[in-house]
Nanobody
């Protein structure tokens, strides 16, 4: 059974930075492509970023492209999200997810495992 645990959420300032981590347990993270999704109050869950099994390919949502960077360290069974130039629109619960698909995916339906989420709040 694969388990995903997010960490690193909290309070950030507009224009500042935060980083999130997701630790994979139960199986090697090298077996999974991974992604970040987020859900703000009253809104649907939104794709943020994804990375392939090897970490060689990435994909970003339009609202974060150029500000956020996703990375994967299979030696440490972790995935990270560096978030720069934060704004109030980034306030949400952020979820880590894993997929067995070989392509980088922005679709929730492709993901098999999900973390519990970590809150990110950006103050202006």
């Amino acid at each position: 059974q694969v388990q995903l645990v997010e960490s690193g959420g909290g309070l950030g300032q507009a224009g500042g930075s935060l980083s999130l981590s997701c630790v994979v347990s139960g199986r090697s993270s090298s077996m999974y492509g991974m992604g970040w999704f987020r859900q703000a109050p009253g809104k649907e869950r939104e794709f943020v970023a994804a990375v392939t099994k090897s970490g060689g390919m990435t994909k970003y949502g339009d609202s974060v492209r150029g500000r956020f960077t996703i990375s994967k360290d299979n030696a440490k069974n972790t995935m990270n999200l560096q978030m720069n130039s934060l704004n109030s629109g980034d306030t949400a619960v952020y979820y880590c997810a894993a997929t067995a698909k070989i392509y980088v995916s922005s679709s929730e339906r492709d993901y098999d495992y999900w973390g519990q989420g970590t809150q990110v709040t950006v103050s202006s």
